[in-house]
Every structure is written in C-alpha cells, then in structure tokens.
Nanobody
Framework: VKVVQSGGGSVQAGGSLTLSCTAS????????MAWFRQVPGKGREGVRE????????????????KDSAKGRFIISISKDHDKTISNLQMNNLKPEDTAMYYC??????????????????WGQGTQVTVSS
C-alpha cells in the first residue's frame, strides 16, 4: 500500500486550500481515512500521538470532525479500483492552521472509523502556511 499526498502551500488568512490523499494497492472495499496535523517544533516530529487529529471518514461516508475542523473543513472519500482517495477542503483558514498536514489510511478495522485508530499507513505530509 502506498499513500501519497498532494495539495497544500501558502495562502492568506480567510483563503481556502484542498489537500488530497491517494491510498493505492488495497482492494478491500471498506476504508477509514483521516487527516492530522502537526505544528513545526510542537511535540515530537514523526510521533503519531503528537499529531492533532482533525477529521475522519468511513467508506460509507460517515464523518467525525474534531473541534478545530468543525465548520471550516470538509473531508470526503471516493474509491477507484484499488485506490481510495480522500480530500480535505479547508476554508476560512487562519494563521494558527499553519502546520504539516498528514493523511492516514486503514482497512479491516473492527471498531468505528475515527482518528483514534492505530493507522497503518501514512502519507508523506504536506505543508500548509497561512499568513495574516
């Protein structure tokens, strides 16, 4: 399985960005995809527990948003053969949204899809910078 992210970049406060995540190599139909972020210098780099969970989505479309994402971010999911794609549309961005953003994917999970799962596969991360 390979997870590749795209999107991100720099934007002024109040602007929008869409991040995309493609997980390929898994034909299992039910997936849980989630988005996280980590502010540079905050917490341990590369440590999952120090990443802030933002939103998660099940293949059936069920979503969970954490407080920092509610009302501004929209998560989506789609599937094309062995590819599962998740987008995170981020609106009304604020300087405090500046961070490295990561997506994560998991299949064959017995529990409810949420950002609390011990995700198996992670994207490489993409930087989002919001200027005031």
């Amino acid at each position: 399985v390979k997870v590749v992210q795209s999107g991100g970049g720099s934007v002024q406060a109040g602007g929008s960005l869409t991040l995309s995540c493609t997980a390929s190599g898994q034909i299992e139909s039910r997936a849980c995809m989630a988005w996280f972020r980590q502010v540079p210098g905050k917490g341990r780099e590369g440590v999952r527990e120090d990443r802030e969970g933002l939103a998660s989505i099940d293949s059936d479309g069920s979503t969970i948003y954490k407080d920092s994402a509610k009302g501004r971010f929209i998560i989506s999911i789609s599937k094309d053969h062995d590819k599962t794609i998740s987008n995170l549309q981020m609106n009304n961005l604020k300087p405090e949204d500046t961070a490295m953003y990561y997506c994560a994917a998991m299949w064959q999970f017995p529990m409810k899809c949420s950002e609390t799962l011990n995700f198996t596969y992670w994207g490489q991360g993409t930087q989002v910078t919001v200027s005031s």
